[in-house]
């Protein structure tokens, strides 16, 4: 059983469905550790006063806020205390949006919410009304000393809230948005059909964390004792002609996948045969701009037929 790290409630109108938060990651990150060639001893690190050039025991350290260079703010437990929101133990709704409008780059860190003791009914119904209508609850709250943005959605049964950044914490493009640059029809329908070759269905079990595996496999080796060879560097080839570079790269997709090769266009009119050229995901696309109620929960056969 994971341990929850952190306990309150999900508000909205007059209804509280009481909750324990558990973190939805455990990431597979390999540790190292800085240690002493000679005698194998790990690296200590102290806390040291910069002006003095002399350790600082810990009840001398406080948290200071550089208001200006130069000036500082000292804060205490009690300053934090004050900034705190009413209701900081509570996930409060504000709004109820569709799912799919919510950009994923707001999105920063998952937990699961479980029901606390007692609280089973209440949060089944949120689940569930939250399940039919395909709607996320887009909410605030605290944790940590800090306020978050979060985006309640269900999945597999579960209440699932996503940690989200505020709008003023995503970066403007402004400076680094690229002009956008003439390219001919054929470029345009070469590059649709390589895409089209890799289309299909998101399976997240077929992606795996290669530079890790490597890593495991070299650390196992010098334990043991092996040689670890170094792969030979090579030098980068001039970009070649892009229209190549395309009938390239889709005769080693169809090679690849053992099939003939895909027309480069192909009927976009919405008739049910030519829906059925379509991959899912450019289904769902259609879907949603069609505003196709549970399209979500969908296969690709009923997609069609409702799109068509």
């Known amino acids: 059983m994971p341990r929850a790290i952190w306990s309150g409630s999900i508000s909205f109108g007059l209804v509280n469905v009481p909750v324990r938060m558990y973190s939805a990651i455990s990431e597979h990150k390999l540790h190292f550790h800085f240690v002493h060639e000679p005698d194998e001893s790990p690296i200590g690190y102290q806390k040291v006063c910069k002006l003095e050039d002399r350790p600082v025991p810990d009840d001398e350290i406080v948290k200071a806020f550089e208001f200006e260079p130069g000036e500082y703010v000292f804060m205490d437990d009690e300053d934090f205390e004050a900034a705190r929101a009413e209701g900081y133990k509570t996930i409060e709704i504000t709004d109820f949006v569709p799912y799919e409008q919510v950009d994923p780059i707001y999105f920063a860190r998952t937990y699961y919410l479980g029901p606390e003791e007692g609280g089973e009914k209440v949060y089944t119904l949120l689940l569930r009304a939250l399940e ?177």
């Open 132 to 308: 039919d209508s395909g709607f996320a609850g887009i909410s605030k709250f605290v944790m940590r000393d800090r306020q978050f943005l979060g985006a309640l959605r269900v999945r597999d049964g579960m209440l699932t809230l996503e940690q989200m950044y505020f709008a003023d914490e995503i970066r403007s493009l402004d400076e680094i948005k690229p002009q956008r640059t003439e390219v001919s029809k054929e470029e345009l329908a070469m590059a649709e059909q390589l895409i089209d070759n890799f289309a299909g269905d998101f399976k997240p079990q077929k992606y795996t964390d290669t530079y890790r595996d490597a890593l495991c496999e070299i650390i196992r080796d010098k334990r043991a004792g092996k040689e670890v060879h170094h792969a030979p560097e090579t030098e980068e080839a001039a970009p070649p002609d892009l229209l190549e570079a395309l009938r390239a790269s889709i005769a080693a997709a169809d090679r690849g996948r053992g099939r003939p090769p895909r027309r480069a266009s192909r009927s976009r009119n919405g008739s049910r045969g030519d829906l059925s050229g379509l991959s899912k995901a450019e289904l769902d696309h259609r879907a949603r701009k069609a505003k196709i109620p549970g399209r979500s929960k969908m296969s690709k056969d009923e997609l069609i037929e409702a799109l068509s």
